[in-house]
Nanobody, 115 residues
Framework: QVQLVESGGGLVQPGGSLRLSCAASGSIFSIYAMGWYCQAPGKQRELVAAITSGGSTNYADSVKGRFTISRDNAKNTVYLQMNSLKPEDTAVYYC?????????WGQGTQVTVSS
């Protein structure tokens, strides 16, 4: 069993930055692919960014050039650096870890971009 705990959300003005963190329990974190998803009110949850166990990354077109996903296997933590935030980035952000048929979700952290 893997537990994921997100932190770092909050209220930020347009153009601002936030860094989300997702801390994972367990010693096998390094073999899991990790991702950040967002869900805005009335919308489906969608992938924002993902990173493989080997460090390869991919991003949704809407965040390319603004968001950066990274991982620190020594700290069992994955990060999402969010720059140049826009009001449309407002959503609950969830961390997900997966390997094969096993997948785990965090509880989510709210990000609100508003002046």
């Amino acid at each position: 069993q893997v537990q994921l705990v997100e932190s770092g959300g909050g209220l930020v003005q347009p153009g601002g930055s936030l860094r989300l963190s997702c801390a994972a329990s367990g010693s096998i974190f390094s073999i899991y692919a990790m991702g950040w998803y967002c869900q805005a009110p009335g919308k489906q949850r969608e992938l924002v960014a993902a990173i493989t166990s080997g460090g390869s990354t991919n991003y949704a077109d809407s965040v390319k050039g603004r968001f950066t996903i990274s991982r620190d296997n020594a700290k069992n933590t994955v990060y999402l650096q969010m720059n140049s935030l826009k009001p449309e980035d407002t959503a609950v952000y969830y961390c997900r870890g997966w390997r094969g048929s096993n997948a785990y979700w965090g509880q989510g952290t709210q990000v609100t971009v508003s002046s």
